[in-house]
């Protein structure tokens, strides 16, 4: 029997404590945390909770707004994209979490990147 990345991770216990410390992070980060400003925490991290748990293949089934439709509003850019699966990448190592289960949770998310980045990047100034 193949075990989920769920379970691989230490299920729901496990996974609370790491939507915990990742928005201990991202709380902490001066790009990431405006994005949180006026957002009844409890209930973000629930569902974050809830869909990762559904996501990693745990027994838990998601029913929450599409990733798109969630952020769109959001003006949600590559940079703090980036930054924030670099604090999961983060809490991860901190949970003692291997780096090949870690990097199969990073590479089950890296879809997403697509639905929930929509601020336009930066242009760069032409240089002579």
Same mark, same amino acid.
């Given at each position: 029997? %193949? ?7 230490? =299920? ?9 410390? +990742? ?19 409890? @209930? +973000?991290?629930?569902?974050? %909770? ?5 996501? *990693?293949? !745990?027994?838990?089934?998601? %029913? =929450?707004? #599409?990733? @798109?439709? /969630?952020?769109?509003? +959001? =003006? &949600? ?11 999961? /990448? =983060? &809490?991860?190592? #901190?949970? !003692? &979490?291997?780096?090949? *289960?870690? !990097? ?8 997403? %990147?697509?639905?929930? &980045? ?11």
């Amino acid at each position: 029997m %193949r075990t989920t990345i769920f379970a691989a991770l230490g =299920g729901s216990d496990r996974l609370a404590a790491a939507v915990d410390r +990742l928005y201990d992070r991202l709380l902490a980060d001066a790009v990431v945390a405006p994005y949180f400003d006026r957002v009844a925490l409890p @209930r +973000l991290k629930a569902h974050l %909770r809830t869909f990762l748990a559904a996501a *990693l293949g !745990g027994p838990h089934l998601y %029913r =929450g707004r #599409d990733m @798109r439709v /969630a952020h769109a509003q +959001l =003006g &949600v850019t590559a940079e703090a994209w980036s930054r924030t699966v670099d604090h999961l /990448a =983060g &809490v991860l190592a #901190d949970l !003692g &979490v291997d780096s090949a *289960l870690a !990097g199969d949770v990073l590479a089950l998310l890296a879809p997403l %990147r697509d639905q929930i &980045v929509s601020a336009p990047a930066q242009s760069l100034p032409l240089t002579a």
